[in-house]
């Protein structure tokens, strides 16, 4: 099982004149190494509310600047995982594909919508396959177990078929037992 760390990369407090010592993302980096020898599969970076004179600078993806100076000293010694205000899928896709982030992590975007993969996915172009379990009823499935009615639906949508009953069009032996053989 891979070992995570969450860190908090800053203290938020490099502007605060009145303390003189933090914790930085150069802390961070140097730490990063280190954990990377340790045994450490990924570094999960994060920033917490632990001091009352820090002023987050918080905005979309407002953490991915810590993640991607860690990812350029560590490369692939250690994989990273950035969190905080990724709202949508091409600001996700850019932090993999452009900053070269290995993980997005998301906490609120999915408690406001627990089908976020899929939103997302839909607003990238991509197909996500569903659980055979339940893509049988899903139009746009790559696979389709169909009964009568299904079929034309599953065909439409360009899945292939893997198996019909015709009649009657209800859960008969013939349909459970290519259920549970998938
Ligand atoms: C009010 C609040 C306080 C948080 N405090 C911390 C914290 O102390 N340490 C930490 O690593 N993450 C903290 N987080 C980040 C969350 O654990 C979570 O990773 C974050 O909400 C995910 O970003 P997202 O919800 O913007 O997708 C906090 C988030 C919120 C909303």
Redesign the pocket.
Known sequence: MPLFF?I?ATDWLEEVSEISESWTVDDTVKLAGILADKGVDVLDV?????HPLQHPHAGPAYQAPFAIKVKKAVGDKLAVSV????DNAHLANDLLEKDGLDII?????FQKNPGLVFAWADELGQHVQMPNQVSNIMPNSKICLSETLLTYHCRSAGASVVAEVRSPPSRSSRFRSSWNDR
């Open positions: 969450r908090s994060s920033s917490g509310g632990n969190v905080g205000m990724i992590t998301v906490g609120r975007g």
